[in-house]
């Protein structure tokens, strides 16, 4: 079994930052892509971001494209989104997923395996 824990959470005011961590455990594994989804109240959960195990694929969504930035560290089993300009529509519970699937076929909700918990953010106008 994984476990995803979210970490860096909170709430900012408008214009700044907060850098989310996810990080993995439990079952060892050779490869994944590593995404980020929100749900703000009230609304379905959005995508918002993925990589690939290299790091070499990035896609983001339009909404917080230029803003936000996904990474990862293998060694340490972490990936991380860091955001940066937060406006009140970004207010939302921000979830980490991973996905064993081939970053070619990964895209929705569905096409990944684990998910972690969720981490509030809350971005004040």
């Known amino acids: 079994q994984v476990q995803l824990v979210e970490s860096g959470g909170g709430l900012v005011q408008a214009g700044g930052s907060l850098r989310l961590s996810c990080a993995a455990s439990?079952?060892?594994?050779?490869?994944?892509?590593m995404g980020w989804f929100r749900q703000a109240p009230g609304k379905e959960r959005d995508f918002v971001a993925r990589?690939?195990?290299?790091?070499?694929?990035?896609y983001y969504a339009d909404s917080v494209k230029g803003r936000f930035t996904i990474s990862r560290d293998n060694a340490k089993n972490t990936g991380y989104l860091q955001m940066n300009n937060l406006k009140p529509e970004d207010t939302a519970v921000y979830y980490c997923a991973i996905s064993m699937r081939r970053w070619t076929v990964v895209g929705g909700e569905r096409t990944y395996d684990y998910w972690g918990q969720g981490t509030q953010v809350t971005v004040s106008s």
């Open positions: 990589i690939s195990w290299s790091g070499g694929y990035i």
């Open positions: 439990g079952r060892t594994f050779s490869s994944y892509v």
